[in-house]
């Protein structure tokens, strides 16, 4: 390990994939740790790995590209799980639901607890630790929680503002892992949290066919330093809606065009689809629910500094942006592109683009499988920008630093 | 099967130090609920429950300042059929108002690999 780690014999670590699909992720029991080099321990585990797990630093250029396995610790000495004897055959596990309706009306405090065999299929409401439509939960925080095996979703924030997520870990959760419903959850920070290997559920709502480790309805929460290792879709997904929905429903709301909150450090991979997923829209102006204008400028927005390698199709993706820009991005072993962005709004005067990044066609982890690999597709809509962004060992088959015109076949 | 129900009425205190509960239908707690470690680390205690239901009072499963630093497994009973407590559901702990707290030893939650293997 690259650290320090105070784990026990006998403990349960999930090990991340670095491969294009995420079911090269691995479960295994430690049976030693040797604490000889401190900083450096090695841990030994009850079985060998099957795959390989890809753990390097790359330079190019100036940029650095930080690949290395993501280890997650599964086992607390504080449980709490859905009886073993028929959870998982009935995909109907236990579940922590927090609800009373009023600011601070109450407080759940959670730090190093395993939950394990939770969330319950077929039943919307029923996640693993589920906050509903609350207010803000100054108080309330999940701190270095472990959910394993969740058949229905992992961290929910619904109707909840200002909840803290910190250093969690989710490992093999089916749909959305964690989850801003009803777009309308401000001011949630979510730091510093691992999902690894979130899976597809056929027995919840549509968008959970195809899951997001983070799926983000309301952009102005901030997301720092979270990894999303591995998904059957997608790593961050915002899925910003035209207006709040559900149960707090409301038409002056406007999610497509609120202000951003933070989005940086960020890494991604192993993802089926794209590590980073804007979908439809982005588009943040100072009054969200009023066109453009002179008194109602767009809001610059600046995502940056992620780290996306190893994702099917792409590193990152955007069909609609106004004032946004990727800046300080890494993408590298892109299948399909490193980016791609469909449509910029402001026609000759657009302002969104890509700034100081680097896109690498083939990483030092690539071991083949692509073709015909774009750095970047340009978009369908004038004045899109590219400015100081490297690309690297583009000289692979008919591969190419630009494609243009995304989605136009 | 029959099972029993616990009230923890407001006011009240229910220390759990048992190693090892029946399987319970309902707690439902309206003062406060203490699940407390051994001094023994080793120990490893079991609760078995439906529902419990945090009405307004407090549950303790270690605290931010002192964690539960023995071993407890919290195992939850039901299926789809189980009656359900309005909005919550079943199989579940529920809370509404109230403090739930829930903290184990501190561990390194997640790292990175140094080398390839």
Aim: net charge negative; aromatic share 10%; glycine share 8%.
């Amino acid at each position: 390990m690259s650290e320090p780690v105070d784990w026990d014999i006998g403990s349960l670590i999930a090990i991340a994939s670095t491969n294009y699909s995420h079911y090269e992720s691995e479960k295994r029991t430690i049976v030693a740790i040797d604490r000889t080099k401190p900083d450096r321990p090695v841990v030994t585990l009850d079985k060998p790995l099957k795959n390989k797990h890809f753990a390097e630093i790359e330079y190019y250029g100036g940029a650095k590209f930080d690949m290395r396995c993501e280890v997650g610790l599964l086992s607390k000495n504080v449980v709490y799980r859905g009886d073993p004897s028929d959870s998982k055959g009935n995909q109907y596990g236990a579940t922590i639901f927090l609800h009373s309706s009023g600011d601070d009306s109450l407080i759940g405090r959670f730090s190093d607890i395993e939950m394990t065999e939770v969330g319950q299929a077929f039943k919307v409401g029923r996640y693993a630790l589920h906050f509903h439509m609350i207010g803000a939960v100054h108080k309330s925080y999940a701190k270095r929680v472990s959910i394993h095996t969740g058949f229905n979703r992992a961290f929910t924030i619904h109707g909840t503002h200002y909840l803290r997520l910190i250093e969690n870990v989710a490992y093999f959760v089916k749909g959305h892992n964690i989850f801003i419903e009803d777009a309308i959850e401000s001011h949630n920070f979510i730091y510093r949290n691992l999902i690894i290997s979130s899976v597809k559920s056929m027995s919840l709502l549509n968008s959970d066919q195809s899951p997001a480790s983070f799926w983000i309805t309301f952009p102005e929460n901030d997301f720092i330093e979270n990894h999303a290792a591995g998904s059957d879709n997608y790593g961050f997904w915002y899925d910003l809606q035209p207006h709040a929905m559900g149960p707090s429903a409301n038409e002056d709301v406007c999610p497509t065009k609120n202000k951003a909150g933070i989005f940086r450090d960020n890494h991604a991979h192993s993802n089926g689809r794209y590590g980073l997923r804007i979908f439809h829209e982005m588009s943040p102006r100072v009054f969200p629910c009023q066109n453009t204008s002179d008194t109602n400028p767009w809001i610059e927005t600046k995502m940056t500094n992620l780290t996306a390698w190893k994702n099917l199709r792409d590193g990152a993706i955007a069909e609609r942006l106004a004032d946004v820009k990727f800046v300080d991005f890494k993408i590298a072993d892109s299948l399909k592109a490193g980016i791609e962005i469909s449509f910029l709004e402001g026609g000759g005067y657009a302002k969104a683009g890509i700034h100081n990044s680097t896109i690498v066609l083939r990483s030092g982890n690539y071991e083949g499988g692509g073709g015909d690999s774009r750095g970047i597709i340009t978009a369908k809509t004038e004045n899109f920008t590219v400015r100081n962004v490297s690309f690297y060992n583009f000289d692979e088959g008919e591969s190419a630093a630009f494609g243009t015109c995304t989605h136009c076949e | 099967m029959h099972m029993e129900s616990i009230h923890i009425p407001k006011g009240l205190n229910l220390l759990i130090d048992i190693d090892e509960t029946p399987e319970i239908n309902l707690i439902l707690v309206e003062g406060s609920l203490t699940i407390a470690p051994s001094s023994d680390p080793t120990h490893h205690r079991k609760i078995h429950a439906h529902y419990i239901f945090v009405h307004g009072g407090t549950m303790e499963v270690g605290t931010e300042e002192f964690p539960y630093t023995s071993k407890v497994t919290i195992t939850m009973y039901g299926n789809i059929k189980s009656p359900y407590i309005p909005i919550f559901g079943n199989k579940v702990i529920a809370v509404k108002g109230g403090i739930l707290d829930m903290h184990g030893v501190q561990k390194k939650s997640w790292t990175v690999m140094n080398k390839t293997a």
